[in-house]
């Protein structure tokens, strides 16, 4: 029996080959380049046990040449990873093994997904020469939303890229010259501890609050020109309430923490928006730190404008995890937990 690749793939220049055998298939995929083929596989055919050990297929490589064995749609998953994953290569794209972890999440999910469409949605690129890009298809719909909408909400679990990503497109934007300034703000809301007096005037103050943003940036612009930025006032970070009053003209704001802002908070944040601006606002709603009787201001804001025009909402899920792959269980195994805890106070509540 052949198999002939989709019309659609891309992939015309890999020959590609079936044989079944007892509920267990072999596939045949033959690559056309030994150069592009090697970097697929990676250093010591690095990704190509990353395929094996997330799907679950055997590989079997020589050359140009791939045998991929196991159940019929693992095998079909793995071969259309395979396949997509040299097409990037192809179009110049660095496959790094954590990118093989990323596309399996993507075409597993999403099987007529073509990863260039992703992967090569080239947001900024680092001062250590890194392209920023979406690494799932909510991040790509994040980005896309940041991009044609003046307000942008990226809602979902930690780990997920919301704030990073934001940080990359705020940069962007100034670098191109869309706008005059990054903005950074945040609740200065403790999470669930008492720290006390901070020492310093208010920038110190308040930097412990909002270090992911600013470990975001100096990852991205090199942590001396961050600095200079922050020092000329090209890059102003404050706290949420330093922001009544104001109307942010030609700025790209980034609220970060969202859960934590009050119903108040939010409101006023967002009618700070001026022209020529944008506004990107994050969070995870099921990490909220204000007392049990305020209302999160993100989670009523997702509510009243969802149907607003003008305004985009991204969920992230555990999928979209791009940490270490551990955090997506981790948060996985709390959500599992949460809902049996949930489901248990229901049925002691209905049987009183």
Not at 83 to 92: D, M, N, S, T, V
Not at 236 to 252: C, H, K, Q, S, V
Request: charged fraction near 25%; charge should be positive.
């Amino acid at each position: 029996m052949s198999f002939a690749p989709s019309p659609d793939s891309g992939t015309k220049q890999n020959r590609i080959g079936r044989h079944e055998r007892g509920g267990k298939i072999k596939k045949e995929l033959t690559f056309t380049s030994n150069n592009t083929a090697r970097l697929l596989y990676g250093d010591l055919n690095r990704n190509l046990h990353e395929v094996e050990k997330g799907i679950g297929v055997k590989i079997t490589a020589r050359g140009t040449h791939l045998t991929v064995s196991g159940a019929e749609h693992e095998v079909d998953l793995a071969a259309q990873t395979l396949e997509q994953l040299y097409l990037l290569i192809e179009a110049g794209y660095p496959v790094y093994s954590q990118d093989v972890a990323y596309a399996i999440h993507i075409l597993e999910k999403s099987p007529r997904a073509d990863l260039k469409d992703i992967f090569l949605d080239q947001v900024y690129i680092t001062s250590r020469q890194r392209v920023i890009s979406p690494k799932s298809l909510n991040q790509k719909s994040y980005i896309d939303g940041i991009r044609h909408h003046d307000i942008a909400f990226g809602i979902g679990p930690a780990g997920t890229g919301k704030t990073y990503l934001a940080v990359a497109m705020a940069i962007a934007a100034y670098t191109s010259h869309q706008v005059k300034s990054i903005i950074l703000t945040r609740p200065a809301v403790e999470a669930g501890e008492r720290l006390g007096f901070l020492p310093g005037d208010i920038a110190e103050k308040i930097n412990p609050y909002l270090r992911p943003l600013l470990d975001a940036l100096s990852d991205m612009l090199g942590r001396e020109k961050a600095g200079e930025l922050i020092e000329q006032g090209e890059i102003e970070i404050a706290p949420l309430a330093f922001m009544r009053g104001r109307t942010l003209n030609n700025a790209f704001i980034i609220l970060d923490e969202a859960q934590n802002t009050t119903y108040e908070q939010m409101k006023m944040f967002l009618t700070r928006l001026g022209f020529n601006s944008k506004a990107v606002i994050t969070g995870d709603i099921t990490q909220v730190d204000l007392p049990y009787s305020q209302q999160s201001g993100l989670m009523a804001a997702s509510r009243i404008l969802k149907k607003t025009p003008g305004i985009s909402f991204t969920h992230f899920n555990e999928t979209d995890v791009v940490r270490h792959p551990l955090v997506q269980k981790i948060i996985m195994a709390y959500e599992a937990s949460e809902k049996k805890s949930a489901t248990k106070k229901k049925k002691t509540s209905d049987e009183c």
